[in-house]
């Protein structure tokens, strides 16, 4: 049986691990939603669900990419939900993503770290610079390029919810694509 002090101490971890990585989320939100408040609403869940089912992360992704994860989730039913209004007692429960529990947790078997230490920490130092490099993008084309490459919305969701023509939505993808690649690339110290 685990001391009263232990238990207090796994609980005091996991809430500073949560709270360090809220700026993060945060960042990420704002980036997504139309609002400062509906990005502090989405982070808040996406903590509470993470807090909630602690004891199913298996801390086989880092806590970042688990939070992100959820919070991936949390915006899009957050950007859908403008569009289609629908009443709270006509949402089927039985379906939800099977890559999570009913609880927003992540399925014990949804990651498999196959990943050696040295590979996973070129990866860790790539998505920091690629977390750089999207900072200088300018707000409107990082926030398309997020809907599409991180959210994996279609092109004619975003069109919809964005009120912006195909031709236009394509390049400024393009143009993202190109100024993120041509960022790291720097970053990375391959020019």
């Known amino acids: ?21 809220r700026p993060f989320l945060l960042r990420l939100a704002r980036l997504q939603l139309s609002s400062s408040a509906e990005a502090e609403d989405v982070v808040q869940e996406t ?9 199913g992360y298996q801390h086989r992704a880092s806590l ?14 957050t950007i859908r939900g403008r569009r289609f209004a629908v009443e709270v007692d006509t949402v089927d429960t039985a379906e939800f993503d099977p890559l999570f529990t009913r609880d927003d947790a992540w399925h014990p078997e949804t990651f498999v770290d196959t990943v ?3 590979t996973a920490a070129a990866q860790r130092q790539l998505l920091d610079i ?5 900072n200088r993008l300018p707000q409107e084309t990082a926030q398309l390029f997020l809907m599409r490459e991180y959210l994996g919305m279609e092109l004619a969701e975003i ?16 143009r993202a694509r190109m100024r993120l690649r041509e960022c790291a690339v720097r970053a990375w110290g391959e020019l």
């Open 1 to 21: 049986m685990r001391s009263p002090s232990r238990v207090a101490a796994n609980s005091d971890d996991r809430w500073h691990a949560l709270a360090t990585e």
């Open 159 to 174: 069109e919809e919810t964005c009120a912006i023509g195909n031709a236009n939505l394509r390049v400024m993808l393009y």
């Open 130 to 134: 690629i977390e750089i490099c999207m």
């Open 64 to 77: 970042r990419s688990w939070l992100t994860g959820i919070l991936r989730h949390k915006i899009v039913d």
């Open 47 to 55: 903590l509470i669900a993470a807090a909630a089912g602690w004891d």
């Open 116 to 118: 050696c230490a040295a």
